[in-house]
């Protein structure tokens, strides 16, 4: 480079430090702008600077960019852990806006991942517990054992916007306006909602079953005073939603409901209409308070059959016998089988079986029935009949009573 070059050069290069400053002024701007990284960097999220401005050109129309990089940690322990927690949470969301098959399926999935190889994590689980815990790290790793085999309480915060409103009363409850359910009972109280709100009867007392053997077993349950009556207030507030059925009332039979939880034990269901009564004299039918009255109309039936003629019905059952009845010389008559369809649940769960409607695992059946009003001709000889045997033949058959 010659001597005229080499004054060119140093008087563009003047000329430029004049503009945009000397080369230690630069790296100043460029050390400010490292400083505002460091200390806007937080746990959460670290912030990168670049752009013009952050290189150290302070000219005009420079610019100066900001990236922000967020460290989801919170998001990759969620990828680790159990899930049940939050489809239950979902399902409350589902349950509010009266989605309830959608719940149903949730919930079911859900349960489904609540098996007795989970464990309630707390502050003392048992030696049991944390050597099989142990083991399962061992094999899968913390963050996989975790995911997979630990639970945690379905939390509800204030001001409790997905709590189920048939559940208000528990807000009195809560702990620094927090309420803590123990997972499966809430998500088998949930269910048990769903299916009331569907009309399914013979779902509701499976249901209700679930969540007295899960409170009786203590499944999944806390030993713990405030996780025991929560658990006790939940099924508390689903009997008493039976009992408030006031159209129906429900009679269990079969040997588990006499105490019998063996091996090819079943469960029976008599669900009676409260607002259908059925009468033999038809003089008797005009005096009927019901909905829906029927006479019996034993002529051209075998023993112990009857037919059931549709004598009397209110506004509510004229909008809906049409799906039960056959008309016969221009009567109507109710249809057994077009009955059981008609309480065959929207879940496609249950069958049609002989009398009943059962469920498809054939674990309970349920019979629909009608109440008599009064004594049937052939049932007369019973009302005087004595139900045990002479003193003497029990004597016989029990020397030492």
């Not at 969301?93 to 309630?120: A, H, P, Q, V, W």
């Not at 030696?127 to 945690?152: M, P, Y």
């Not at 077009?338 to 065959?344: E, I, Q, S, V």
């Amino acid at each position: 480079m010659n001597l005229e070059d080499t004054e060119l050069s140093i008087q563009f290069y003047h000329y430029v430090d004049d503009i945009v400053g000397s080369e230690e002024v630069v790296k100043t701007r460029r050390r400010i702008f490292i400083a505002l990284d460091n200390v806007l960097e937080s746990a959460n999220f670290t912030c990168i600077s670049s752009g013009s401005k952050a290189e150290g050109l302070d000219l005009n129309g420079s610019d100066y960019d900001q990236m922000l990089w967020i460290m989801l940690r919170y998001f990759k322990t969620g990828v680790y852990s159990s899930s049940v927690e939050a489809w239950a949470l979902l399902a409350s969301l589902f349950y509010k806006c009266d989605r309830y098959m959608e719940c149903i399926e949730i919930l079911n999935y859900s349960l489904s991942k609540c098996t007795g190889d989970n464990i309630l994590i707390s502050l003392n689980n048992d030696i049991v517990e944390q050597s099989i815990f142990q083991d399962r790290k061992q094999t899968l790793g913390l963050f996989l054992a975790c995911k997979h085999f630990i639970l945690c309480e379905v939390i509800m915060i204030e001001p409790y916007n997905l709590l189920p409103r048939e559940l208000a009363p528990l807000i009195k409850e809560r702990i620094y306006r927090v309420i803590m359910f123990p997972p499966v009972v809430y998500m088998n109280v949930l269910q048990y909602l769903c299916l009331h709100h569907l009309g399914d009867n013979s779902g509701k007392v499976v249901a209700l079953r679930d969540i007295e053997l899960t409170v009786r077993e203590r499944y999944h349950i806390r030993e713990n005073e405030y996780y025991l009556t929560l658990a006790n207030k939940c099924l508390s507030i689903a009997k008493n939603n039976v009992m408030e059925n006031l159209q129906q009332t429900f009679i269990s039979s079969g040997s588990k409901a006499e105490g019998l939880d063996i091996e090819g034990s079943d469960y029976d269901l008599m669900i009676v209409e409260k607002d259908i009564g059925v009468y033999e004299s038809v003089h008797a039918v005009s005096s009927s308070l019901h909905g829906l009255t029927l006479l019996m109309a034993t002529i051209h039936t075998k023993p112990g059959f009857t037919k059931l003629k549709v004598c009397k019905a209110s506004e509510a059952y004229l909008q809906i016998l049409y799906k039960w009845c056959e008309t016969f010389q221009q009567e109507l008559y109710i249809s057994s089988d077009l009955y059981r369809k008609y309480r065959l649940p929207k879940r496609d769960t249950m069958i049609i079986h002989g009398p009943c409607v059962s469920s498809k695992n054939n674990l309970y059946d349920v019979a629909y029935s009608f109440h008599c009003m009064e004594w049937v001709k052939p049932a007369k000889q019973w009302i005087n009949r004595s139900r045990w045997s002479k003193y003497c033949v029990l004597k016989e058959q029990n020397p030492r009573s």
